[in-house]
């Protein structure tokens, strides 16, 4: 173990603090003006079309809801805006990408099964 200095802040093999002093000179800063409070017209309009399109998907879903107040017995009952509906809807995709990957995988293991079938009534080594 290497022997320690007295009066240092340092270990062996470690570098000394930096000492670091504020800027020489003064920043040039650019006036910011103070955050305003109130909304520009283009904001304004922004918001109305926010607005306008949430009470539109408000009455869709009103209106959903009401149809399917009015379902008979043949069909089943299904709540608007529940995770089936939405699942139904959105993760179709999920069903075709499982349906592939059992296509592909299958037809891998049917490909190596006749492969392998294939080189052991020939005598072929592969090595």
């Known amino acids: 173990m290497a022997k320690r200095a007295r009066g240092t802040n340092t270990r062996p ?5 930096l000492q670091r002093r504020g800027p020489a000179t003064p920043r040039l ?11 520009t017209p283009q904001e304004e309009a922004r ?3 926010i607005e306008a399109a949430e009470r539109q998907a408000e009455r869709a879903v009103r209106t959903t809801r009401q149809r399917a107040s009015t379902v008979t017995d043949a069909q089943p009952r299904v709540r ?3 995770i089936a509906v939405r699942a139904a809807e959105e993760y179709g995709y999920v069903s075709r990408d499982v349906r592939r990957i059992i296509l592909i995988g299958g037809s891998l293991v049917t490909f190596l099964v006749g ?3 294939v080189v052991q ?7």
């Open 80 to 82: 608007a805006g529940s």
């Open 115 to 117: 492969f392998w079938a």
């Open 47 to 49: 918001a109305a079309e």
């Open 29 to 39: 800063t650019s006036p910011v003006a103070p955050p305003s409070f109130t909304l």
């Open 13 to 17: 093999g470690q570098r000394a603090r």
């Open 121 to 127: 009534s020939t005598g072929t080594r592969l090595f």
